[in-house]
């Protein structure tokens, strides 16, 4: 809600004053019924929060840029700090006080005002986790599933392609029901340019960008993960289910130490605030799936962590695992040879997106990543040894360099789930055994695009995807063989 400062100075009878600044981290004096988390109003209109009580002072968090100064007036406003949403806002950026970036003309008519933060839900309040959150990249919807309403950590080193991999989440995952946030935290002015010029450019309007660049207040930084939060909680109540995106949470953790040094606070591990985990775990609870308006309405959360050399051990992603329902490991490695997402398959968990999926989808994963993960990798591990190689382990090194190939996934390309689930069980059922590997994204593309331009390629995806379990699938996938493999070499439209 707007407040004036003369308006707010005649209804309290308490004023406060500036007595030291360690800026964006002021005291002020005088105000003795102040609560954590108040809003606050300067002179100038300018916001700040009570971030600590002391006996004879308080802390307060600037919200501005503008530096106060020694004497400076603030007032109470007696309300918890919130920010106003509204859907005409959709499409574009906006800072965390709302304030737009880009793309928004005309005059802002906030629908509400929310508190940024509030307490997560109660189990009363929550539902069990049961539908596919389901992404349009096959190495995720195959290998690592989502569920709706699932938090799961997107984990790695700088320039490993993960940015690149949710901006093309979003393209799959955004429809008429789903709502995006994109969070980006401390990042560079021309890195939010290049998130919004991407969604632009796929015509994507069901997303808000809110941006807390690097060079502006820390305070910004620290607060905007909780806007990001109360604007999901804000779709939620009207029904609208939400993926929420935190780029990224390490940097959110610096931003939090640099306030909670200033403030005086006793530091802990790596000198970040004691309550860190507590701080994070609390912003991430708010996600979820939930019961509203008598249906299920979810909250999907992605907050993105930055290693050094692949160290999940690190203070601030370890906490991040231990509060997350799984994470997804970019690997260097995996980059430098072009693998694209470049995810290390052998070290990314998903606790609860198998549950969730249909049985056969659920099987059909497990006996790729068991695949992968074993024969696979034990016969590129024999096969440094030298060229004498049994057929077994020349058959099994085939199939995992076609299955690798086939998770490859350009950016800003989306595969319906159907055509990556048939697609990878042709691969198991040896089906291209005796086609080079350069074949495979060939066939892959001919499929998809038969599958979203024909019927009758739809209706012969939907009934090989309707067997109960993997023998029924592989039955019915021998049963197509013939028409599958024409569709993929482009001989039937």
Not at 17 to 25: K, L
Not at 89 to 116: A, H, R, W
Not at 119 to 147: H, N
């Amino acid at each position: 809600m707007l407040h004036d400062y003369n308006r707010l100075k005649e209804k309290f009878s308490q004023v406060g004053e500036v007595v030291g600044i360690e800026y964006p981290v002021i005291k002020v004096a005088g105000l003795p019924d102040a609560f954590y988390f108040e809003k606050v109003l300067f002179e100038n209109n300018q916001v700040g929060i009570v971030l600590g009580l002391h006996q004879s002072f308080i802390t307060v968090l600037v919200l501005g840029e503008i530096i106060p100064k020694i004497g400076d007036m603030i007032s109470k406003t007696g309300e918890n700090f919130s920010i106003g949403v509204s859907p005409d806002l959709l499409g574009s950026v906006i800072d965390p006080l709302g304030v737009v970036l880009s793309n928004f003309k005309g005059d802002i008519e906030y629908q509400e005002f929310l508190p940024i933060d509030t307490p997560p839900s109660g189990i009363k309040e929550r539902a069990l986790i049961r539908t596919p959150f389901t992404t349009g990249i096959s190495f995720v919807d195959i290998l690592f599933p989502l569920g709706k309403g699932q938090r799961e950590l997107i984990v790695g080193n700088r320039k490993v392609g993960k940015t690149s991999f949710l901006t093309s989440l979003c393209l799959g995952a955004l429809n008429c029901e789903t709502v995006g946030i994109y969070c980006l935290i401390g990042a560079q002015k021309k890195d939010v340019e290049d998130v919004y010029d991407h969604f632009q450019k796929k015509g994507i309007k069901n997303i808000l960008l809110i941006s807390a660049m690097a060079g502006k207040s820390q305070a910004l930084s620290y607060i905007a993960p909780f806007c990001a939060l109360t604007w999901a909680e804000y779709f939620k109540n009207k029904g609208i289910s939400t993926l929420v995106i935190l780029d990224d949470m390490s940097t959110h953790a610096k931003y939090a130490r640099e306030i909670a040094l200033l403030t005086k606070q006793f530091p802990g591990r790596d000198s970040y605030p004691t309550d860190i985990f507590y701080t994070h775990a609390r912003l991430l609870e708010r996600a979820g799936n939930f019961t509203v308006l008598q249906k299920e309405v979810s909250i999907t959360c992605l907050p993105i962590a930055q290693t050094k050399e692949n160290d999940l051990t690190d203070y601030i992603v370890s906490n991040l695992i231990g509060i997350t329902d799984g994470h997804l490991l970019f690997d260097e490695e995996e980059f430098a040879k072009g693998r694209r997402p470049a995810i290390n398959y052998n070290l990314s968990v998903t606790r609860v997106g198998r549950q969730v999926q249909k049985f056969l989808g659920a099987e059909i994963g497990r006996k790729s990543l068991s695949f992968l993960t074993g024969d696979y990798a034990k016969a590129k591990s024999l096969s440094h040894f030298g060229s004498e190689l049994s057929d077994f382990v020349l058959a099994s090194l085939d199939k995992g360099e076609k299955l690798e190939e086939f998770f490859n996934q350009a950016e800003a390309e989306t595969v319906p789930f159907l055509v990556s689930g048939v697609f990878c069980g042709m691969i198991l059922a040896d089906f291209f055994s005796r086609d080079s590997l350069i074949k495979i994204g060939f066939y892959k593309r001919n499929l998809e695009q038969s599958f979203r331009e024909n019927p009758k390629t739809q209706d012969m995806l939907n009934k090989i995807m309707e067997s109960k379990d993997l023998p029924g699938f592989l039955a019915n996938l021998l049963e197509y063989k013939l028409e599958l493999l024409s569709v993929c070499k482009g001989e039937k439209n």
